[in-house]
């Protein structure tokens, strides 16, 4: 992606925390097609907190392994109570990625990444 791991870090942790926060974001194709494994890791780390919880276990280990990832405690918070129990069923593939198009200013293909339901 043409940036220093760093950069590159933060950017998968902004892109995942906003995900998760709202659900579904727009950006690059690239950028979402990137983003999307480590967001589909993090739904597997707060299904495994969850099922933890039904089965009366700490899911402390789970929830800080988020934690480190994501950039907002509340968002963490809302993973595990809330996006967490609502795929409990689902095998996998909890995220879509949706072309959109290029992008108006400089053509850049752009893609909505969201949650499924």
Do not use: C, W
């Not at 998760?20 to 194709?29: K, L, Q, S, V």
């Not at 392994?65 to 907002?72: F, G, I, N, Q, R």
């Amino acid at each position: 992606m043409g940036r220093s791991s760093a950069h590159r870090r933060a950017l998968f942790r902004n892109l995942m925390t906003e995900l998760f926060r709202h659900e579904r974001i727009t950006t690059t194709h690239a950028k979402a097609l990137a983003a999307r494994s480590e967001a589909e890791h993090l739904v597997t780390i707060a299904k495994r907190g969850y099922a933890k919880r039904e089965a009366d276990e700490a899911d402390v280990h789970e929830r800080r392994l988020a934690a480190a990832l994501l950039t907002d405690g509340e968002v963490v918070r809302k993973l595990f109570d809330e996006i967490a129990p609502r795929l409990a069923e689902r095998p996998g593939g909890y995220t879509r990625v949706i072309k959109l198009g290029p992008r108006q200013g400089d053509g850049a293909n752009m893609a909505l990444l969201e949650i499924v339901e």
